[in-house]
């Protein structure tokens, strides 16, 4: 493996599981190494499955991977030697330690004696399980069997890892913890990581470029930043102290239009909604405008274009319609229709301009 | 290959000390055995009367098949483990690994194996206790023991399949019900063979239970019958090989339905 080769390359899977359901068609993923790389998608959407694919464990029926410079499907037994997973479902042992279960996952890729407790101790440490690490499985929280899932992961120091559904099942405190560890991790020298989710805000806060898989397939790519960026512009929304008559609203949109900060200028009631490239740079102009005219405003609230937003216009659904339509590899841990929104925040996973009545306020202010 | 050595031994032993930090699940494997034991041998003491049983104390007869519907029984809910490790992702994870598949599939039979001997062991101790007798000394019961291993890696590697293959506890648990009694009726676990009608006697020649009885009871007599303790043990042997094979094999289906 040459140093700049990408660290995942996978193409042209086809995957249809008996029964007929197609999992994956035509999916592809490339994963530069050093990077995190997000596959984002409601369940059901595939992203599972190519996991599966890349890690050994299920064959495609057609296409190709090659996974830290080995054919995935030629040489599993090299991938594997590389690769650490840390699947949707725990898979430690419930009976045994921590520490156990950390000491059988390095025997397993050869590591013996003192290297072997050393390794065990020194994740232990750096998980926050130093103190759990010699009592059974069975008895820990659900932050701390994720943790000794990633833990299991890293034993063998490997150079791709994949992360399956990192903190689905996990509550808001042990999420933000879990988030914080893959950051770590990302720092890792040479350390690359390919993370699925379902949680917009997850895809956004941990992955340098995402791809958003819908039915089995990739329907958009890139950073997180650049895939909003594709989006025309921010949302700047004026909420009016009283609701405009017909031409009044004519007038205003006119007078806004002409000030050139926004355009897409639509009234609901006394809330008025535009579009703008730089929606903070804009707000200043707008409320001069409405200042003008002698409109008087209420509130202003920007919200920059979330990855639902990008969602529905790649996949022509909505995030959250998606994830509750599709059950395909639902784990059973997110008790089906789950949360585009885990922490209750909305910045990243804000709903769409039109529905939102809580956006997010980057920029807001109220004027006389 | 000695890594597949270390690491049968590696997930054996994983295996070995889940089954001793659950001491409740020994306790509760044995009571069946004790009961048949100590139950059923005192309520039925007196078979042993029946001209053409051959006399003797019913403990004495009744030990062996003990030991062999016990190593029957327990084998064959082996496939609830295997569910239990799929259900949790255990073994997907040992499957991402390097491990060797056949360490993975050994170590179940090994395991099973040592389970078997030591409930084997326990049974014969409590037939001691109990009063039984056994001319045929140590080298016998070791044979006994050696036979319902061979018969137990029978039915824990048929189970196993079956949980890997079917993936529900009501299939396993169903088949498990409707096997065992049948497959102990039909030996001469519970009487000899002279006194079963003459269809029950034919059908329990073709039943791998009865080999292992036939092979066991031959080898713990004063006079053992070698050529009998041979061909049955024999049989029970290939037809272990047989099953663990086909275990392998579905492990492969198994991966496809990943």
């Not at chain 1, 490239?277 to 008087?296: C, I, N, W």
């Not at chain 2, 659950?22 to 048949?36: E, G, K, S, Y």
């Amino acid at each position: 493996m040459t140093a700049h080769a990408p660290a995942v390359v996978a193409h042209d899977l086809i995957k249809t599981y008996p029964g007929g359901v197609r999992a994956l068609d035509g999916m592809a993923v490339t994963v530069e190494a050093g990077t995190v790389f997000g596959l984002l998608g409601p369940n059901g959407a595939g992203k599972s499955t190519t996991v599966k694919i890349l890690t050994t464990l299920a064959r495609p029926d057609s296409g190709a991977a090659v996974v830290a410079g080995h054919d995935a499907l030629r040489h599993p037994d090299r991938v594997r030697r590389a690769i650490g997973v840390v699947a949707q479902k725990s898979g430690a042992d419930p009976v045994a330690t921590g520490r156990e279960n950390l000491l059988l996952q390095g025997r397993l890729y050869g590591l013996r004696g003192a290297a072997l407790g050393k390794r065990a101790d020194e994740l232990l440490d750096r998980f926050d399980l130093t103190a759990a690490g010699r009592r059974m499985v069975k008895t820990y929280s659900g932050g701390m069997q994720r943790r000794l899932d990633v833990a299991l992961g890293l034993m063998h120091r490997p150079q791709v890892l994949f992360l399956d559904e990192p903190t689905t099942g996990l509550d808001p405190e042990a999420r933000t913890a879990m988030w914080e560890e893959i950051s770590r991790l990302a720092g890792d020298e040479g350390l690359t990581i390919l993370l699925t989710t379902h949680y917009l805000e997850e895809a956004d806060r941990l992955a340098e470029r995402i791809a958003i898989v819908d039915r089995g397939r990739v329907v958009a790519e890139g950073t997180p930043d650049g895939l909003k960026g594709e989006l025309r512009g921010d949302a700047v929304h004026v909420e009016l102290s009283r609701t405009p008559d017909e031409v009044d609203a004519r007038l205003l949109a006119t007078a806004l239009g002409e000030c050139a900060a926004v355009r897409e200028v639509t009234f609901d009631g006394r809330r008025l909604s535009a579009r703008a490239d730089d929606g903070p740079a804009a707000v200043p102009r707008v409320l001069t405008a409405l200042e003008q005219q002698g409109a008087a405003v209420a509130s202003v609230t920007v919200a920059r274009p979330s990855l639902d937003d990008v969602y529905l216009r790649y996949a022509g659904r909505r995030f959250s319609e998606a994830d509750t339509a599709g059950h395909q590899d639902n784990s059973g841990r997110t008790g089906g229709t789950a949360p585009a929104d885990p922490t209750g925040r909305t910045d990243a996973a804000g709903a769409h301009d039109d529905t939102a009545g809580n956006v997010p306020a980057r920029t807001s202010g109220g004027a006389r | 290959m000695s890594t597949t050595l270390d690491q049968t031994w590696y997930m054996t032993q994983r295996q070995l000390m889940a089954i001793v930090r659950q001491p409740v699940f020994v306790v509760i494997t044995l009571v069946q055995p004790v009961i048949w034991l100590f139950l059923f041998g005192s309520l039925f003491r007196k078979v042993v009367e029946l001209p053409g049983f051959g006399g003797g104390s019913y403990l004495d007869y009744l030990v062996p098949g003990v030991v062999v519907m016990s190593a029957v029984s327990s084998n064959m809910w082996a496939g609830m483990g295997t569910l239990e490790e799929i259900e949790r992702g255990t073994l997907n994870r040992f499957l991402t690994t390097p491990v060797s598949r056949a360490a993975l599939m050994n170590a179940n039979v090994v395991q099973q194996g040592f389970s078997t001997a030591g409930q084997s062991v326990i049974i014969v101790l409590l037939g001691k206790l109990g009063g039984a007798d056994y001319p045929g000394g140590i080298g016998g019961i070791v044979l006994l023991i050696i036979a319902s291993i061979m018969l137990g890696t029978v039915f824990g590697a048929f189970s196993n399949a079956l949980g890997m293959l079917v993936r529900q506890r009501e299939s396993i648990i169903g088949i498990n019900t409707f096997l065992l009694l049948p497959l102990t009726f039909l030996s001469s676990a519970f009487m000899a063979p002279g006194l079963m009608p003459s269809w029950m006697r034919h059908v329990a020649d073709f039943n791998p239970v009865n080999w292992a009885l036939v092979a066991g009871r031959s080898a713990m007599s004063a006079d053992p019958d070698w050529g009998d303790v041979l061909s049955r043990g024999g049989g029970l042997l290939a037809l272990a090989l047989a099953a663990v094979w086909l275990s392998t094999r579905t492990f492969r289906s198994y991966q496809k339905s990943v």
